[in-house]
């Protein structure tokens, strides 16, 4: 099945850590660059960061720089979402997925619509 699958997400207090994972079995990540967006209630679906091919370009929205890092392990064809001093408006769905359109040398965060094969998403709660 061509999907990502996400995991790794909880309930976690603020100033808290998770690390999300995305994996697949269809593909070999290592040939893509990745995104994690998160979606919360009420809210658009935003991009959280990406990550491209080589793992030498990286990219972060304002909110998250400094706290998150994004990573990939090909040995184990996974992408990582390293997330530190967690804040409640963390709060939302995290999901990873896969560039289809690229739009200049490095990954961009711009439009979800770039990106495809979305997995079900990892619920991340940041709660005290």
């Known amino acids: 099945q061509l999907q990502l699958v996400e995991s790794g997400g909880g309930l976690v207090q603020p100033g808290g850590s998770l690390r999300l994972s995305c994996t697949a079995s269809?593909?070999?990540?290592?040939?893509?660059?990745i995104g994690w967006f998160r979606h919360a209630p009420g809210k658009e679906r935003e991009g959280v960061s990406c990550i491209e091919t080589g793992a030498h370009s990286t990219n972060y929205i304002d909110s998250v720089k400094g706290r998150f890092t994004i990573s990939r392990d090909n040995a184990k064809n996974t992408v990582y979402l390293q997330m530190n001093s967690l804040k409640p408006e963390d709060t939302a769905v995290y999901y990873c997925?896969?560039?289809?359109?690229?739009?200049?040398?490095?990954?961009?965060?711009?439009?979800?619509?770039?990106?495809?094969?979305w997995g079900q998403g990892t619920q991340v709660t940041v709660s005290s």
């Open positions: 997925a896969i560039r289809r359109v690229r739009r200049g040398p490095t990954c961009s965060l711009d439009s979800p619509l770039d990106y495809g094969y």
């Open positions: 269809a593909f070999t990540l290592a040939y893509y660059a």
